[in-house]
């Protein structure tokens, strides 16, 4: 209660001009008490005017008032410094250097609680208050605290400008508008506020909308980061045990080539000793016999000799062959070579698959959709280079220029029988699998067996499909185009029709000997182009492959088809 009406002494007995306890205290004609200094200083400042006001009512006065000292307010303030009133406002309270200071203040300004865009003077919360209180400043318009106040004032003819020129785009006074802008468009300051504020909310609507829209694709990629980080965890994971079953079995069969290696080479050793025995025993038995001879040679006795002689028994036949052939080292040496062959086609084919793999896993892409290609020279960036599997090919097809080129000849190859080769179709597929972004061409020459046309469907037909395509037979299901494991463009003479699942598109473009296939995987997207001096979209898939691709194509006779190489 004590500090509340030490409070209210301390707002009666300040200046309201310098915010301090009166010093010297003087009463002006409208009864507003201020340190004689500072209202000194403040009609100083209106001297040029010719007549001076109140800075608390703005009463006006002319002539300039002679003040004199309050004596009864000079011992008021000095009893109550006695019970230790204090007027100084806080440290807070004053202005800073990064604050807007209050104009009125003098000595140690406060800090600026508003701007007054009339005035055009910034004020604290006690010089504010005729601004809150008195009628004659209710049209002011009070604003946060600024200290670019004088940029609202003309620079040519001191006048706060009201007005904006939308011909130069500025601001500018009542004077400007009849002077040097007239004739231009204007209109109130406040109009086009207006106008801007309206076109400001539109602006703000749309960044955030954009916002909105940024933060959903923001949660999108997290949650594709998500399944990126667990993805790749399970393939390192699932790799780990693929490799750990390799190497399992690899030792498994690393153990049984040893026990068998070991096995043979005990049943060898044990008949080698078997024999060396015997051969043993017979040295023995030749050695015993060489011995009886030698005695019987040895003797004087002619009778004896001849005696002894006939009881002789004869030499059995020998046990060992003279054929033995030593091969120091050499007897399991077809067992390495053997061996040594399953490591180069092990290597051959991890050599293989390792480039496929990181091919696959450079290809991964979690990114936004790249927008695709647009010039040759685009497109060119993803080519890539295209075999033929002869495995696959039908026997009427030929395959030459490195296995890059088709052609039928109307007669059968002796290919050998295997699993992936199209029986009936005169078809072939790539050797490579087709992910990511990839590009290629194909040199597309059509032959003239028009009555093969009208049986086949006619042309040359380029594809794409899965690897599970079936092969045998003439059914819709081995036959481009004709089911949902394929999509083909067959390539006329002057048409192009585009085929899947049996549902048949016609095309419409420049026909051209080169078509070029542009396959965005992971986007789903499928584009055949016509490719002359300018590429022109045939016809674009916007799918989900669920698969690896092949690219293939179809011949008839007299047909050919090269896959280009554009590297």
């Known amino acids: 209660m004590e500090q509340q009406e030490n409070h209210l002494d301390r707002e009666r007995f300040s200046c309201w001009i310098c915010v301090d306890l009166l010093k010297d205290p003087v009463t002006t004609v409208c009864g507003h008490s201020y340190c004689k200094s500072c209202i000194n200083t403040h009609w100083d400042k209106e001297e040029e005017r010719g007549s001076y006001s109140c800075p608390q009512c703005r009463q006006t006065f002319t002539p300039r008032p002679v003040l004199e000292t309050s004596t009864m307010l000079a011992d008021s303030l000095e009893e ?31 800090k600026a609680l508003k701007s007054c865009l009339v005035c055009l003077a910034s004020y604290c919360e006690k010089h504010l208050q005729p601004h809150l209180q008195s009628a004659a400043f209710k049209k002011h318009k009070l604003v946060e605290p600024s200290e670019k106040l004088q940029e609202n004032i003309c620079s040519r003819h001191y006048e706060v400008m009201k007005l904006f020129c939308r011909t130069d785009q500025q601001c500018i006074c009542y004077l400007c508008s009849v002077e040097e802008h007239k004739d231009h468009d204007t209109v109130s300051a406040a109009a086009e506020r207006t106008e801007r504020q309206r076109e400001l909310g539109l602006r703000r609507q749309t960044i955030q909308q954009r916002v909105q829209d940024t933060e959903k694709d923001v949660k999108l990629l997290q949650q594709e980061e998500e399944a990126v980080n ?27 080539v040893e026990q068998q290696i070991r096995s043979q080479q005990d049943t060898e050793v044990s008949r080698v000793r078997e024999l060396q025995e015997r051969l043993e025993q017979e040295i023995t038995e030749l050695k015993r016999k060489d011995q009886e001879l030698k005695q019987l040679s ?10 002894n002689y006939p009881s002789l028994s004869p030499l059995s036949g020998s046990t060992h062959s003279s054929s033995i052939t030593i091969r120091p080292l050499r007897y399991f040496e077809d067992v390495t070579a053997a061996v040594s062959q399953v490591r180069g086609r092990l290597q051959d084919i991890l050599s293989e698959t390792e480039t496929q793999i990181l091919q696959i896993v450079s290809q991964v892409d979690v990114l936004l959709r790249q927008p695709e290609p647009e010039t040759r020279a685009d497109f060119l960036k993803y080519s890539q280079e295209i075999t033929l599997d002869p495995n696959t090919a039908n026997r009427y097809l030929l395959l030459s220029e490195g296995n890059r080129k088709v052609t039928d000849m109307n007669d059968e190859h002796s290919y050998s029988d295997h699993p992936d080769r199209f029986t009936d179709y005169y078809q072939v597929l790539s050797r490579e699998s087709l992910t990511g972004r990839c590009y290629w061409e194909v ?3 059509v032959g003239v067996w028009e009555w093969m046309e009208e ?41 192009y029709i585009f085929s899947y699942n049996s549902i048949e598109t016609p095309v419409s473009g420049p026909v051209s000997s080169r078509v070029g296939v542009y396959l965005d995987h992971s986007a789903g997207v499928l584009s055949f ?36 190489k554009l590297k």
């Open 80 to 110: 109550l410094k006695k019970t230790g009133l204090q007027a100084a406002p806080a440290d807070h309270c004053y202005a800073g250097p990064d604050d807007v200071a209050c104009d009125v203040c003098t000595g140690r300004k406060l």
């Open 230 to 256: 667990g993805s790749a965890d399970k393939a390192v994971e699932d790799s780990e045990e693929i490799f750990t079953e390799m190497i399992r079995l690899l030792e498994k069969r690393s153990s049984d």
């Open 298 to 307: 040895d003797t004087e006795d002619h009778n004896q000799f001849l005696h």
């Open 529 to 564: 182009y016509s490719v002359s001096d300018t590429m022109t979209l045939l016809h674009r898939v916007q799918t989900t492959f669920t698969q690896p691709l092949y690219a293939g194509v179809k011949v008839l006779p007299g047909d050919t088809a090269e896959f280009c």
């Open 455 to 495: 049986v086949e469907g006619g042309g040359v037909c380029v594809a794409v499909t899965y690897k599970n395509i079936s092969r045998a037979g003439n059914s819709d299901e081995s036959r481009f185009g004709s089911n949902d494991k394929s999509w083909s463009l067959d390539c006329d003479v002057n048409s």
């Open 443 to 445: 040199e597309v020459k």
